[in-house]
């Protein structure tokens, strides 16, 4: 059914700014005053509180929010085992091999594209792919890299969530309209979203396929980073990230186990999937308030810092959201993102310096180009990813390196139209054999290809005395 103009302005209405306290009611009055949990909450609803950190977490990172819904989210049959293994989003491609072990590598490895799903049998759920990952969703600790491919919306009937963590999307291809729990949110390519551990959605692809990246956190949340000596603004401001209204169904019965359909409910729970079917929508909430709840951000509004001297920065200037270890300074994951930006560095080699870093560095390209590496096929193009883990040596390729050293050093502007990003870890990563070898996408040279011919510059000004000097 096509939405009219006035169903899309409300289903697309946004609360505006960054881990605010929000509220939010589909019918005046639902919300209750003063008061989270009365005897007799308004119109009949339950009081369902989700916590998003532990009750008693100090104030500034205590995360909840209280929905008001008709009926409670116990009220199911009980979750059984989904898939069998071999079988799209069964539990052996969720956790990348069939024992859930993952491949240490330390050499760079790069991807060619994903494939899109070009039969649409895959769903967002049924389309995730695990990479990458570092930690245990049961202990809470690490994180998981995916790619989706999806050629279908997921069944209006369907609602998935992860008890694993909190998933930050990032759109590559194709549009996600994601109705949760909470209410409904836009998300096309150069937008991310973040659907919190617990939070039900459902993705429907209104504009036809969409293929992308996405980031789950067993530990902690994404927040702004802080800003320094940058000041009060810049970067990712709060006020641009954007969050659902509340917007509910009314599919149900007059108990919880009758009602109208059938609606499944899969979850994502250390890895593996479990799926439970109920005869009431799961997306039934009619008011909530909290500070729990997802969000999305447009790309395109990153206020994006860099020198303006000399000398090329570090990447955390690019830094949109973090999500802290408890070291300080010290990121579980980073999303960092290379949009278009000018470059006006004198005498600068500007393109990244070559590096080993003791971070993990997770790529993706959104559209365009990269300016440390070749595109085209056999590239690091978009839809496509690299690895480089930690100490793994990289950076320009041997034509990129040559070109940078030779440049006019003028005012440029670079990526214009391209925006590559990172995910940052300062976690050791592991490769799933779905990513090493079951997509057939790993490129078997990239090593060679990029630093095989990086040139020797080195040359000793002839009469120069050399201090120390090693016989061979
Ligand atoms: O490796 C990369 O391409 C990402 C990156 C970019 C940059 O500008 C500096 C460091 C870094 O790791
Ligand atoms: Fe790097």
Redo the contacts with the bound molecule.
Sequence with gaps: MPVTQFEFKEKYRYQNGFNCYLESEAVEGALPVGHNSPQKPPYGLYAEKLSGTAFTAPRHENKQTWLYRVLPSCAHPPYQPDAEPGHPGSNETIKGTKEGTLHYIPNQLRWDPFDHDEAKHLDFVSGLRLVAGAGDPTLKQGLGMYVYAAGKSMDETAAFYSADGDLLVVAQEGTLDIRTEFGWLLVRPMEICVIPRGVKFQVLLPSGPARGYALELYEGHFNLPELGPIGSNGLANARDFQSPVACFSEAFGTTASDGPGSYTVTVKFNNSLFKTVQPHTPFDVVAWHGNYYPFKYDLGRFNTIGSISFD????SIFTVLSAPSPVPGTAIADFVI?PPRWLVGEDTFR???Y?R?TMS?F?GLIQGG?D??RGGAGGFVPGGASL?NVMSG??PDAESCEAARDAELKPMKVGGGSCAF?F?SCLMLGVTEWGLRTCQKVQEGYNEESWGGVRTHWKLPEGLKVKTHLVD
């Design positions: 090329h920065p570090d990447p290379f393109p990244p310096w590096h870093n560095e790529m990269y440390a590496k480089h990289h950076g990172m940052e």
